[in-house]
């Protein structure tokens, strides 16, 4: 049975604060606006009165496309009227680039929180020194993070999300973050795996706990957070201020709702049987299509259904056809078609989710390793493009 968890509310600035300390990590593709709705209503629904809730952070804004006002950046970007406080995820390798960035955010007032990101382990990011690869050439990384901060100029709190390393012969989480806290930043973010690890195998949790004793700025805990107990307990091992929660939130989004009561000290947790998942995808659905603007939203739900139905009993055929829906209306006739008396799956709790592949080679510039000192910005480093 859960206990009540003693931990403080994340206090990165007057205005941002999550209480209960639970941020939904930034995930290209997914956490968009509809998706984030998503969440905040499911953790509304268990939280006490006066309570802040979490933070949901936007899906990663690559800085150069920002800058150059791309127009499919400036609607991830775009926040509902009542989303507060506003976080984006911003991408960069370019110091002077992420600076701009930064200070364009400030003066236009495009969001009360910026999380830098240098976990991305995919490729096409690291190939061209981003993501989790930057952390190594240290300098560059200090000059990134010290051109940020400087850019918010105390308006916004800048936070850091990074792994623990390339892989095990290149660990940089201690270094990096001794220097993203000497620059000024708010908090920290671990992910508990390298970049070579992608996201196989499991977690590592004991370099977030490292970093506990290490700073004396927050430091959040990401990582095989499948379910909320999941979260209580990384607190208990680690001492992390708060927890990041990624793919335990796909196809899931009452996770937070979990949260909210695990933190509380409540034990129940949401079971719900079909009728309630259908009516969620549906929500979800249509949500896409109001931040769209058109049935498109329900392309881009598609990717979604295989997560929502894990574990339940539904032919193939109709997954297939509900993963295949081209309208709203389309969409409802489908789920008309489920059981929806059928219980929650119990053998689904606490397993995994999304992206599962594990060990790889890390792409790499050129080089990359050879100078970990160099300050040099990659040839083409910036991506021209924002999300997923």
């Known amino acids: 049975m859960s206990t009540a968890v003693e931990v403080a509310p994340l206090r990165l600035a007057e205005r ?6 639970v941020v939904l990590a930034p995930m290209a593709g997914i956490t968009n606006t509809a998706f984030r709705r998503l969440c905040r209503e499911a953790m509304a629904t268990r939280l006490a009165p006066g309570r802040a809730g979490g933070l949901f952070v936007s899906e990663m804004i690559t800085s150069r496309a920002l800058v150059e006002r791309n127009d499919k950046t400036f609607q991830l970007i775009r926040f509902e009227a009542d989303e507060r406080p506003r976080s984006v995820q911003l991408y960069g390798v370019d110091p002077a680039v992420v600076g701009r960035a930064v200070r364009m955010i400030v003066e236009q007032d495009l969001a009360d929180h910026v999380d830098l990101n240098f976990g991305c382990p995919v490729p096409k990011v690291t190939r061209r020194g981003g993501g989790s690869a930057l952390p190594w050439r ?7 993070i010290n051109a940020a901060v400087r850019n918010a100029r105390g308006a916004v709190p800048v936070t850091v999300k990074m792994r623990i390393g390339i892989d095990d012969a290149h660990r940089t989480y201690r270094e990096a973050a001794l220097r993203a806290q000497d620059a000024g930043v708010a908090a920290v973010a671990l992910h508990g795996r390298t970049a070579a690890q992608f996201y196989g195998g499991s977690a590592d949790w004991e370099p977030i706990a490292d970093l506990v004793e290490l700073l004396d700025i927050p430091v959040l805990g990401n990582g095989d957070l499948w379910e909320a107990d999941d979260a209580l307990r990384m607190l208990a091992e680690t001492g992390c201020a708060g927890v990041v929660i990624g793919r335990g939130c796909l196809g899931r989004p009452w996770v937070f709702a979990d949260l909210a009561a695990a933190f509380a000290g409540h034990p129940v947790r949401a079971r719900p049987a079909l009728r309630a998942v259908a009516a969620t995808m549906y929500r979800h659905a249509e949500l896409l299509v109001r931040w769209l603007r058109s049935d498109r939203g329900v392309v881009e739900f598609r990717k979604h259904v295989a997560w929502y139905l894990k574990g339940f009993a539904v032919g193939t055929k109709l997954r297939g056809r509900l993963a295949s829906a081209s309208s709203l209306a389309e ?6 078609e ?21 060990a790889r080679p890390v792409a790499l510039p050129a080089g990359w390793l050879a100078d970990r000192a160099s300050r040099a910005v990659p040839s083409s480093a910036e991506l021209d493009d924002s999300g997923g």
């Open 16 to 21: 941002v604060v999550a209480d209960p300390p």
């Open 138 to 144: 240290i300098d560059l990384f200090g000059d990134l």
């Open 331 to 336: 969409l409802a006739d489908l789920l008309a």
């Open 338 to 358: 489920l059981d929806p008396d059928q219980p929650f799956p119990e053998a689904v709790v606490g397993q995994p989710r999304g992206r599962t592949s594990g």
